[in-house]
């Protein structure tokens, strides 16, 4: 089991930045592949970026690549989206997502965090 809570989602106008941070507890976090996902209003919910458990690979959706970037940090259990060049479109719950490693399901996720971007 792995907990997780995700922090740094706020208000923040087109073309800016934003860091999303997730903090994962209960167990050992390197055996985890991890995820954002997000939730526009309207929307189902679609992922937007992955990252291997040794951290050495890396996806995103086509829509927000060259713009956010995934990374983890094992010492501190802990997975990051920086998001550059925020538009509108990116206004959603961002949820972070845990896979154990012989799992092919993300079956831990943290509550969310609202990421709002105005025009």
């Known amino acids: 089991q792995v907990q997780l809570v995700e922090s740094g989602g706020g208000l923040v106008q087109a073309g800016g930045s934003l860091r999303l941070s997730c903090a994962a507890s209960?167990?050992?976090?390197?055996?985890?592949?991890m995820a954002w996902f997000r939730r526009a209003p309207g929307k189902e919910r679609e992922f937007v970026a992955r990252?291997?458990?040794?951290?050495?690979?890396?996806d995103y959706l086509d829509s927000v690549k060259g713009r956010f970037a995934i990374s983890r940090d094992n010492a501190k259990n802990t997975v990051y989206l920086q998001m550059n060049s925020l538009k509108p479109e990116d206004t959603a719950v961002y949820y972070c997502?845990?896979?154990?490693?012989?799992?092919?399901?993300?079956?831990?996720w943290g509550q969310g965090t609202q990421v709002t971007v105005s025009s």
């Open positions: 990252i291997a458990s040794s951290g050495g690979t890396a």
């Open positions: 209960g167990s050992t976090f390197s055996y985890y592949h």
């Open positions: 997502a845990a896979r154990w490693f012989l799992s092919s399901d993300y079956n831990f």
